[in-house]
């Protein structure tokens, strides 16, 4: 499974980015999604995931009520809007698939990872 991240850029503090993350295999339709940030120097970290058919979603705290993932199946696409950007948000953004049709937060149980898309937030 080949995946694809796009929508990175820079934006100043409050502004708002849509992330996208393209399959090239449908298998991508029947498991778990999520997206990871990492920053430099740290770790990188689970941010906000989904289940094979968007009936459950998680998020990491710090990004509840401000972010939101979503999936077109039809599309082979899954989404992170990304709204109210901070500039701790700033990070390589990174989509995976899971293991599983659930939503998962643990890295190893996501076997596919796409390239990165860097998101510079400005304060």
């Known amino acids: 499974v080949q995946l694809q991240a796009s929508g990175g850029g820079s934006v100043q503090a409050g502004g708002s980015l849509r992330l996208s993350c393209a399959s090239s295999?449908?298998?991508?339709?029947?498991?778990?999604v999520g997206w990871f940030r990492q920053a430099p120097g740290k770790e990188r970290e689970f941010v906000a995931g989904i289940s094979w058919n968007g009936g459950s979603t998680l998020y990491k705290d710090s990004v509840k009520g401000r972010f939101t993932i979503s999936r077109d199946n039809d599309k082979n696409l899954v989404y992170l809007q990304m709204n109210s950007l901070k500039s701790e948000d700033t990070a390589v953004y990174y989509c995976?698939?899971?293991?599983?049709?659930?939503?998962?937060?643990?890295?190893?149980?996501?076997?596919?990872w796409g390239q990165g898309t860097l998101v510079t937030v400005s304060s």
């Open positions: 295999r449908r298998t991508f339709t029947n498991n778990g």
């Open positions: 995976a698939v899971a293991r599983t049709a659930a939503v998962v937060t643990q890295k190893a149980l996501y076997n596919y």
